[in-house]
């Protein structure tokens, strides 16, 4: 380790402690002071007060960590210093940089703009010794720290849960990888993809007589980083009980596998393979999909007999409830193909706006077929105030999706745009770590940060 650039006022080292590597560093009491000031002071939101360091990249990390920022925690975004976040560089399409900006290049990405709110960006190279240790630093008054590298990666750098737990026993540490700090695949780099393909939900997605496809949005990602978040949260209460953080282990492998919720447990139960793909339709309950409309299509949730008889007297052929055929569910389900051509033979007569108006007050599960503009500009959506307008310093107006949950005392909210590269360094090393501007200029000169 290089010299500490830290002042000793800032720390004091209460005992030496011994790595599973021979190294031995000091366990330090920092004075306890919050990271740079956030946007807004609502100490009604859940977790205000944590301290939050992210060093996540892409989707299912950042999706995590932006959730504990909208919730109230203090995020510092760990990023490469020269090219971030690898979805900094994904795209088009990119917000581009208003004409007097002084920036240049495409934009922003519209990608990292998804996940990346509530956040400060604080560039740093973890392969300088500097570096590490203001990670060191910054970890010992932190709560908690997210990770998505391969597991052994950051022990390297002594920035494993081991090394860093030894600093803070407090701290909560979530590492989130593909497969897991366990099992023969641990050591496999996983996306989204490969693991809907792997763990069974690109097998059941797709019409029924196609391939299997992928699911239009990376959901495995999504519900790991829920998944995440929702263990941090309980991790959290735990400290509060024993004193102590801990490890968390999250695989992308194990959150898609949990979510086959009733078709895990279907082949468990029987022994039997799944039945396949079904796109929008229901392997169970009939009529229960998708039908062509003369501009669109209009799904249907026929998920029982009183049910069924709406869609039979909306259509027009209130015969169908006491057909033997289409009666009850077991003989629909029997005769699917010739009820859905039926049904699928009206619905074209008219258009999809059309046949919502029929629908209207009815009782029934039913909707359109929406694109993604469609849903960002529905009026139900607008209404939730799920999309908002944030002003963002080079980029001019930008609308965000919000986030999504309602609390009848705290106000989540989008309280500061998705950070420029590097945007808080100077902040973060100034007003947490107390560092000269000497101190900082040192730094970025020789590549530790940015």
Known sequence: MAPS???????????????????????YSVRRRGFAEVAAD????????????DMTRVLAGPYCTQILGDLGAEVIKIEHPTRGDDTRAWGPPYAKYLPD????????????????????????????????????????????LVENYLPGTLQKYNLDYATISSINPRLIYASITGYGQTGPYSNRAGYDVMVEAEMGLMHITGSRDGPPVKVGVAVTDLTTGLYTSNSIMAAII???????????????????????ANLASS?????????????TAHPSIVPYRAYKTQDGDILFGGGND??????????????????PKFAINTSRVANRVELDDLIEAITQTKTTSEWLDVFEGSGLPYSAVNDIQGTLNHEHVLARDMVKEMEHEWCGPIKMVNTPVKYSESKPSIRSV????????????????????SEIKKLKAEGAVR
């Open 5 to 27: 650039i830290f002042p000793r006022s800032l720390l004091r080292a209460s005992r030496a402690v011994s790595h599973p590597n021979g190294m031995r560093s000091a366990i």
């Open 42 to 53: 609502d100490m009604t939101l859940p977790l205000k007060g944590y301290k939050v360091l």
């Open 101 to 144: 900006s002084g920036k240049e290049g495409a934009g922003e990405s519209a990608y990292f703009f998804a996940v990346n709110r509530n956040k400060k960006s604080l560039g740093l190279s973890f392969q300088h010794a500097a570096g590490v240790e203001i990670l060191h630093k910054l970890a010992a008054e932190a709560d908690i």
């Open 238 to 260: 735990a400290r509060g009980k024993s004193g102590r953080g801990q490890h968390i282990d999250v695989a992308l492998s194990d959150c898609q596998v949990a979510t086959l």
């Open 267 to 279: 082949c468990l139960v029987s022994g039997e393979k799944d039945q396949g793909r079904w796109g």
């Open 306 to 323: 009183r049910l069924f008889g709406i869609i039979c007297d909306r259509l027009g052929y209130p015969e169908w409830k006491t057909s």
């Open 418 to 437: 998705p950070p420029m590269l590097g945007q808080h360094t100077d902040e973060i090393l100034r007003d947490v770590l107390r560092l000269s501007g």
